[in-house]
């Protein structure tokens, strides 16, 4: 028999409210946590499967060490310097020895991971103030850096029986970790992205009049959905733009503590009717080419004027068979026959490229 029946009913009656309850509280506390995800360091993050990032590989060279070149200011600028001399060889004038000068520098590259191109319908506010639902294109991706950089060393000089320097020894090419081993650096390690989007109606993904290109947007609101959404191993202020991505030096990763840097780059607006598509990564490394067409520099204006200059890029193809009215991200595949995944090119920086508008 129950001694208590008027005890427990009442109890028995309120349990399915408190359980209600104790539910709401826990999902309040949760979208507290997820919202202050940027403050507060989660005591564990998840394991990704294999397979969910693309690590692309380094690609390093002794070339990129070094260059010859002419220097123009004083070939072209000053023409006077062209002379034979009787007393000595004319290898040994200015003029010939500005032809063919060897430049040198040392070279950083940093590794870039990433995960799928993917899709994402984010409220993004207006001029007018009100919210507008929009597709944004997004990649989440990762820097590391590896260390082992390039950069030139020049050996012992040799002399002559008399004490005198003969010349310079040879240079050799050595690994490095810090900026300051390295030949003509400018200081830490950072990743300074440049990201370019560029869509194509052709497979050859040739540039022409139907093609368009987008440079990456800031978007906040979308920056925010993704972080929550991708749930990369990092805080939410540890999960950058392509503006804050580049405040701080990348660490060199040594042994097993790999020191990652997690990014994310987003566009908006995109032809939602393309094909083919590819990105261009420019900020991965130092490495870059230079000349100085025949004619364009004009010696009564700055050194250097007329130079062209190309940077190394990464490019990444892509290949989206889908349709304009139903965009779906796991219709963007990351290839396309007749192209590598991805390609290391020189291009030059985004601001040389002739403008390609939007289609209307």
Known sequence: MDCCPMIQAPFANRLPCLVSVLFSLCLALLASHVD???AETPQRFRKLVPGVENRIPLQRAEEETHAAH????????EPELEWTPEEFEKTKTLHSKAQDVLFRRGVWQLQFTHKPLRLIEVDIPQPDGKMKRKVVWYMVYRITNPGDHLTPVEGDHKPLPSGDPLHPG???IQNVDSHEHMMASIGKHRFVPTFLLRTFDNDRLQVDGKTVQYMDQII???R???YIRERPNCTYDEFFDSSQISAEPVPVSSGRDEISRWGVVTWMDVDSATDYLTIQIMGLTNAYK????????DPKKEPGNGRKFEYKTLQLNFYRPGDALDQ??????????GHLKH????????TAFVPVHPRS
Do not use: K
């Open 36 to 38: 202050r995800a940027g």
């Open 70 to 77: 002419n220097v123009v200011e004083l070939i072209e600028g």
């Open 170 to 172: 040879e240079h050799e």
């Open 220 to 222: 906040p609101a979308a």
């Open 224 to 226: 925010r959905a993704i």
């Open 290 to 297: 230079w000349e100085d067409p025949a004619g364009e520099f």
């Open 328 to 337: 779906r991200e796991e219709e963007i595949y990351h290839g396309l026959e």
């Open 343 to 350: 390609e290391w090119l020189y291009r030059p920086a985004p």
